[in-house]
């Protein structure tokens, strides 16, 4: 406790003078009660048998007493004061009142017994016993007190018998100390039992204390924690897109120099920047998802939905990939309806396939359907290099990385092993199971369990788009480009301008504006390549809104986003417009450009 409290921690405050306080006064009051009582018996059933000249003068002179104790315990009562409880001498004179009170007591029993019978000298018996009773809570830290206290009540009157000289004197006063013995052992195993149960209160007072001191040091940390969270969240988000914008930029001047006619060193030197940018652009969207699970800011919200949703959004993400790659991506089970969360069910097939397409070589990804029961799995198949079955075990840990047989330098080689471990923790956040069967040099299957939902009224899908062709050429194509990073717009401007295309670079929406003014009857674009700006009187989905509100609400349109701004995904889906990720890796929109294309000579 004294650590926490130099730590800065405020202990609670339990003020254990006080408590003692108040106990002590509860006993005192009940001694007092217990001794007015038996006054009160002794006037009544004494007042015929005993003379007065001898009982009135006791009881004037127990009552003065009684006042005066009576008077000495108000303070106490009244504020039930730390000071008074832990003053030693007010308890010293307190026991010292407690004892003359036990010898008035026994002054009165010798008075008294040679007027009594047997029947009145019990009396005494059961007030003396009582009395002891109710002594022992105040007497707790005074044995002495204690032992003395019954010897002042029972010594007189078992001197007063044994000197009275009946003939059965000696067997009452053996009787009577038989009781007091009997009385002082009871008494005793009660004192014992208090104390034990005052140790008991001060341990569990002290367990308390130390309860709400660590508890108050867990909400310090906790709450330390949770900022530190808040503020690596906040980073992550906030510094994405300056960091995404340079790397985007660096990825398409790589590019752009590689269409220039350069030596063999240095077209290698070119193709390895792209290959970087790749990598960093897979890990930059792994550590974002994998921060936004550890803030705990993602949660599963299910609804039904229909595969065909899911299959739309994935092919128009993979096809142009899988087709540059030459490998067959292929979709089964689309009538299948799913009670699940869709964005989360789409990011984990999505990091399925995006592994399946990266480590296969050649063949076929298939995304496929199936019903068990009432339960959906839902499966990625590769025809890739497959997996040990000692290494199936730790594929979904984070951080770690299958041994395979790819050269060390090959981008597929480079990553952080994260993506199956966020592939777990999202089917997690679902209670979706999620499995793994694999074998090596046959490729490798991936089932997610889903529940069966219902139908959802179906959009009417689009016509297959055409495939487009590997060679690319936007010759003859006009492009307009909307983009508020100079650096990136000029990187953009030169790549496209090296595939061929007619190029008209717009920065920012006063220029856009300024633009469609200038030429109000200018011909549709064959593309709109538009990224998303941080100015706050537009956006790069209020500038696809304006562009094709002047030539049309069918041009393709392609919009380069963060993965920090997933309304802009939804805005895109819902739009007709496809999304990327900065930084843009050339080949891909390479890809994507041609397959936007193709969907728009369909």
């Not at 149960?197 to 569990?204: A, Y």
């Not at 009670?339 to 789409?346: H, N, S």
Request: with cysteine; glycine share 8%.
């Amino acid at each position: 406790m004294t650590e926490a409290l130099a730590a800065g921690i405020e202990e609670p405050s339990i003020n254990v003078p006080q408590l003692q306080a108040r106990s002590g006064f509860s006993a005192m009051a009940a001694q007092l009660v217990v001794n007015l009582t038996g006054w009160v018996a002794v006037a009544l059933l004494f007042r015929n048998e005993v003379p007065a000249a001898v009982l009135q003068p006791w009881q004037w002179a127990f009552a003065a007493f009684w006042l005066v104790r009576f008077g000495a315990l108000l303070p106490l009562g009244r504020a039930a004061s730390p000071a008074v409880a832990s003053s030693g001498r007010w308890w010293a004179v307190w026991v010292a009142g407690m004892l003359i009170n036990s010898s008035l007591w026994g002054t009165g029993a010798w008075l008294f017994f040679p007027y009594l019978d047997s029947s009145r000298v019990g009396v005494l018996l059961i007030i003396g016993y009582t009395l002891c009773i109710a002594a022992a809570p105040v007497l707790l830290n005074h044995p002495r007190a204690f032992l003395l206290f019954p010897v002042l009540y029972f010594g007189p009157i078992v001197v007063r018998i044994a000197t009275s000289g009946r003939h059965d004197a000696a067997a009452e006063a053996g009787t009577m100390l038989v009781v007091f013995a009997l009385t002082f052992l009871l008494v005793r195993a009660f004192r014992h039992s208090l104390l034990r149960t005052r140790d008991l209160q001060s341990q569990t007072d002290e367990l308390l204390l130390q309860l709400r001191v660590e508890k108050t040091s867990a909400d310090a940390a906790r709450g330390a924690a949770e900022a530190a969270n808040r503020a690596k969240t906040q980073f992550f988000v906030a510094a994405s897109h300056d960091l995404r914008q340079p790397l985007h930029a660096m990825g398409l001047l790589a590019s752009a120099l590689r269409q220039k006619n350069l030596d063999v060193e240095s077209a290698r030197l070119a193709g390895s920047i792209n290959e970087s940018v790749d990598a960093l652009e897979g890990l930059f969207s792994q550590l974002l998802d994998l921060t936004r699970l550890d803030s705990g800011v993602i949660e599963a919200q299910p609804q039904h939905f229909d595969l065909n949703e899911l299959y739309r959004k994935l092919r128009l993400r993979f096809e142009p990939l899988a087709f540059e790659k030459g490998l067959a991506l292929r979709f089964r089970g689309a009538s299948h309806h799913v009670w699940a969360d869709l964005l989360l069910v789409e990011r984990i097939v999505h990091n399925l396939v995006s592994n399946a397409i990266r480590y296969t070589g050649d063949g076929t990804v298939l995304i496929g359907c199936r019903r068990r029961g009432n339960r959906l799995l839902l499966q990625v198949w590769d025809t890739g290099p497959g997996i040990d079955e000692c290494e199936q075990a730790r594929v979904f840990e984070e951080l770690y990385q299958v041994p395979n047989e790819l050269r060390a330098d090959s981008p597929q080689r480079r990553g952080l092993g994260l993506g199956l471990s966020i592939v777990r923790r999202l089917a997690a956040l679902m209670d979706a199971p999620i499995t793994l069967h694999s074998r090596k040099g046959h490729g490798s299957v991936f089932t997610l369990e889903l529940p069966v939902g219902q139908a959802q009224p179906e959009p009417p899908l689009p016509p297959p788009p055409a495939k487009p062709q590997l060679g690319l050429t936007l010759k003859g194509r006009q492009v307009i480009l909307f983009e508020d990073d100079p650096a990136a717009s000029s990187a953009l401007e030169a790549m496209l301008a090296g595939w061929g295309a007619e190029v008209v670079a717009l920065n920012g929406a006063a220029s856009c504006a300024a633009w469609m003014a200038a030429n109000p009857a200018a011909a549709p674009p064959d593309l709109l390549l538009v990224g998303h700006t941080m100015e706050p009187e537009g956006s790069g989905m209020d500038a696809i809104v304006a562009l094709r509100g002047h030539f049309g609400e069918v041009t393709p349109a392609i919009l380069i986003g963060d993965n920090a701004l997933p309304i802009r995904e939804i805005q895109a889906q819902h739009s007709r417009v496809h999304l990327m990720l900065r930084p843009v890796v050339p080949v891909k929109l390479r890809a994507l450009i041609g397959f936007k294309l193709g969907e728009a000579a369909h």
